[in-house]
């Protein structure tokens, strides 16, 4: 069992980049896949990225075009998602997510431990 805590979120102009982390105090961190989820207002939680415990594999969702990058340090517990060229509809909570499989369907369902979520406001 984890505990993944996200960090970094913040209120920025459209245009610009950030980076999120996504640590976890268990050693055991390093062998879960991580998933950064996103929920705006009156939306559904959407899988955005996602990585494996190993750092080899990941997954972005078709409508980042290229914007966002996931990576890991498994020597610092973290991982980060990495966010450039900031529009006002990446406006949302963003949660990170782990668990021992790494399920790319987009669900948050198959995802078993979560952080509480860190707000990123993106302004016009």
């Known amino acids: 069992q984890v505990q993944p805590v996200e960090s970094g979120g913040r209120l920025v102009q459209a245009g610009e980049s950030l980076r999120l982390s996504c640590t976890a105090s268990?050693?055991?961190?390093?062998?879960?896949?991580v998933g950064w989820f996103r929920q705006a207002p009156g939306k559904e939680r959407v899988l955005v990225a996602g990585?494996?415990?190993?750092?080899?594999?990941?997954y972005y969702a078709d409508f980042l075009k290229g914007r966002f990058t996931v990576s890991r340090d498994n020597a610092k517990n973290t991982v980060y998602l990495h966010m450039n060229t900031l529009k006002p509809e990446d406006t949302a909570v963003y949660y990170c997510a782990a668990d021992s499989t790494f399920d790319m369907g987009g669900s948050p369902l198959y995802w078993a431990f979560w952080g509480q979520g860190t707000q990123v406001t993106v302004s016009a």
């Open positions: 268990e050693r055991t961190f390093s062998s879960y896949a």
């Open positions: 990585v494996s415990s190993n750092g080899q594999i990941t």
